[in-house]
């Protein structure tokens, strides 16, 4: 089975730009998180998406939205960007949620 | 707020040495899952363990999971360099009685392990 890919690998945006960030999970897995990494902070929970429909949500401002596609792909759209948006994104599918989760390579986000 | 406490933040050490890794939280878990991440790469699932007490090995790997269910540890044996990386794990916690929307994945902070030739 093909793992999780994630696109783009890496992205230079200026403040005040958005950014959309795309993630196709292994084939069979309909649940999809998105999870942000900084040094700091470790491993921060942005949403999961099950079946198109957004089962969870951690503690991010509403400049941070998704969306899951019919086939299980899922879209990460960070609007506004700022400073400390500078990050490594990472997708995770799932066969059930907080389950054993597969990770992509992540998008490392750098915003100036 | 539902913590997990991984220590050593830090730890480097020289091959051939042994080591253990700790994740702790005042909460129960119905399973807890250990992860490791290499630089530049998202994180690969290593084992995930459900049982109170028990203990899974993969090589030179050993991980056990607490009697309550509220901490579980890694211990290395013989360190290689290929061992080199962020050790994460992740604690699945079930909140009411439904599954979904009540269900969370806990994240420790990781633990950085440096093996030196």
């Known amino acids: 089975k093909a793992g999780v890919t994630q696109t783009p690998r890496y992205l230079i945006k200026t403040r005040g730009q958005q950014v959309t960030l795309s993630c196709s999970p292994i084939?069979?897995?309909?649940?999809v998180s998105w999870y942000q990494q900084t040094p700091g902070q470790g491993l921060q929970f942005l949403f999961e998406y099950f079946s198109e429909t957004q089962r969870n949500k951690g503690n991010f401002p509403g400049r941070f939205s998704g969306r899951q596609f019919s086939n299980s792909r899922s879209e990460m759209n960070v609007s506004t960007l700022e400073l400390g948006d500078s990050a490594l994104y990472l997708c995770?599918?799932?066969?059930?949620?907080?389950?054993?989760?597969?990770f992509g390579p992540g998008t490392r986000l750098t915003v100036t | 707020t539902q913590l997990l406490e991984q220590s050593p933040q830090f730890l480097s050490i020289q091959e051939g040495e042994n080591l253990t890794v700790y994740c702790n939280s005042s909460?129960?878990?119905?399973?807890l899952q250990w992860y490791r991440q290499e630089p530049g790469e998202g994180p690969v699932l290593l084992v995930t363990v459900v049982t109170g007490g028990e203990v899974k090995k993969l090589k030179r790997l050993t991980f056990q999971f607490g009697d309550a269910r509220k901490d579980s540890s890694l211990h290395i044996t013989a360190a290689q360099p290929g061992d080199t990386g962020l050790y994460l794990c992740a604690g699945e916690s079930w909140q009411g009685r439904n599954a979904g929307n009540n269900r969370k994945l806990i994240w420790g902070l990781g633990t950085s392990l440096a093996v030196n030739p």
């Open positions: 995770a599918s799932s066969s059930r949620g907080t389950g054993e989760q597969y």
């Open positions: 909460s129960v878990f119905s399973s």
């Open positions: 084939s069979g897995h309909r649940s």
